[in-house]
């Protein structure tokens, strides 16, 4: 009957709903045992805004305004600011990830242009960059003097820049496991990776200090892209992983719903 089916829906729906609540807080549990999110940019009416991890404190030199910002995203059209860590900095005996959630424009300002570079006090810098004459994402490195560096592009994500206006959204996440090997993640995919050979040249006294976004460290090989989010985090991810504050109201929100059906 009408009646039958519709209690078997609901309690299919229930089990449903229990199976993403459980999983929902598995995920939240393992984040927050696993990973710390140590600052994270926002893009207000006011310009760029930093929310940082306790203890962090940080100096930013944006070098844009807030005439570039929109809808929460910021445009980088031949344009980046800088970004200095001062206290709980990382180095590259640390497992870390900088994640940014961008859309790359068509008319790109160079022919490697850098999305963000991720930057050590004595001017070493990673760089992801999208090559426009490969369509392809790679990461590049500069000033790592004597260092042993391998690059390779592994390819399998590949990206076509519309003729005109913004592409897709896509998240870049650069992950450094510790060990002296950075690799890059597209949209959760490997699109390449980079060594260092010298276990010196990537010790605990290389600290992540500098962070640029719209170009490399120092400015130079600019993007056109907007840039929606921004995270560094302390743990390997290939995701901006939710805030707190997020995470919890949905939880509930699922809680609520199921009580609701429950009571029904």
Known sequence: SLHELSKTLNKQNLTIMKKTIIALMALAGAASAETTVLWDLDFESTGVVVKTAEGVTTNLSSGVGASLIENGAITLNNNSFSFSQTAGRLSYADEFTLVAVVQLGASQPNSWPAMFGLGEDNSWCWKPSFYVATGTFNLDKDGFGSANETNKSVGGVTYTLPSEGYGDIVTIALQNDGNGKLSLYVDDVLAGYSTIGNASDYGSNKLINNFTFGARNGGSNKANI???????????????????????????ALAGLAARRRRK
């Open 226 to 252: 907007i840039l929606h989010d921004a995270q560094f985090v302390s743990g390997l991810v290939t995701a901006p992983i939710p805030e707190p504050t997020t995470a919890t109201l949905s939880l509930l």
